[in-house]
């Protein structure tokens, strides 16, 4: 993680805390603010670990865990970054929600390998190699 970047996001974060008290001028809802910003970006600040398996993939967070069979998904989606799950054949924009992403740690071959091999013939069609966005 790029230290700038971080310490840049969590100024963000508080002084939008800060903002929130003065308008407010409510303690406990610029807190609350504080909790959900950062909560809401939890991936960016923790690490997740990723298990692939035959039955599907597995998500390991700092607040749980996420477990998918392959089946649920349709197509897969590849950028620079990482890999993204889709339970559509088309883009959409609920995938975000309803779908899972993996992030690269070295190994993009080795993932995109297993989860073409995994979901089969039908998702590669869905395979798409320019970034998302």
């Given amino acids: 993680m790029d230290r700038k970047r ?3 996001v969590i100024a963000v974060i508080a002084l939008f805390g800060i903002g929130v008290v003065l308008v407010t001028r409510d303690l406990f809802l610029g807190m609350l603010s504080i909790v959900i910003l950062f909560g809401s970006l939890n991936s960016y600040f923790f690490t997740a670990s ?11 967070g700092p607040f749980g865990t996420h477990r998918r069979e392959w089946g649920r998904f349709k197509s897969f989606w590849v950028d620079p970054k990482g890999l993204s799950l889709s339970p559509f054949t088309k883009r959409s924009w609920l995938e975000h929600y309803r779908g899972m992403r993996l992030l690269y740690s070295g190994n993009k071959d080795e993932i995109v ?3 073409t091999r995994a979901m089969g013939k039908e998702a590669r069609r869905g395979q798409r190699v320019t970034p998302v966005s």
């Fill in 6 to 8: 971080c310490v840049f």
């Fill in 50 to 60: 990723y298990s692939l398996s035959d039955q599907g993939v597995e998500i390991k």
């Fill in 113 to 115: 390998e297993y989860v």
